[in-house]
């Protein structure tokens, strides 16, 4: 396990705690599968439905068990350490796509809202552009330091981009 984790305990789902860890090296949360099933489906016993669910998408074709890893978590009984299975951000939120709840359907209706945004994104960029400006202004930048960040991300984009360039031609040599 790599030593650059952080334990953090996350308070969503109407307070409910599940259990994260975040991995520096792969820029990526990994959240307890069963600590979020609990919260979903409002039962104890969710260890029972996690292990009845894999299962079922395993039968169904789902590649959701090969993204499982297992990490050590403090328990919510004992606060002793216990392997637990755990998904990425990706993961887990197919996982909440997964699972039939009311609990989930909140989930669902946003990701479906943010993937129509990002389809739009696609066919118009410059709605990007403005949701990122939006973004910056409501965390209080000014629009001097938001022309700057944007002009910083461009010049090295394009910094960026003739380095590959020219990696890819001294490649060919």
Do not use: C
Request: aromatic share 8%; no cysteine.
């Amino acid at each position: 396990m790599n030593q650059n984790k952080l334990e953090t305990i996350s308070n969503l789902f109407e307070g409910k705690k599940i259990r994260s860890i975040w991995d520096s090296e792969k820029q990526d949360y990994y959240f307890s599968v069963v600590d979020v099933i609990s919260v979903l489906i409002d039962s104890k016993d969710a260890s029972d439905y996690w292990n009845a669910l894999k299962t079922k998408l395993d039968n169904e074709g789902s590649q959701l068990s090969s993204k499982l890893r297992q990490m050590k978590l403090k328990s919510h009984k004992d606060g002793k350490s216990d392997l637990t299975d755990v998904l990425d951000t990706k993961g887990i939120l197919r996982l909440i796509v997964s699972v039939p709840s009311p609990k989930a359907e909140f989930i669902k209706q946003r990701l479906a809202k943010l993937g129509s945004e990002r389809i739009d994104e696609v066919f118009n960029p410059e709605i990007a552009i403005n949701r990122a400006v939006d973004y910056y202004r409501k965390k209080g930048f000014s629009d001097k330091w938001i022309k700057d960040r944007v002009d910083g991300i461009v010049n090295r984009k394009s910094l960026t981009d003739v380095r590959t360039s020219n990696q890819k031609i001294s490649n060919i040599k």
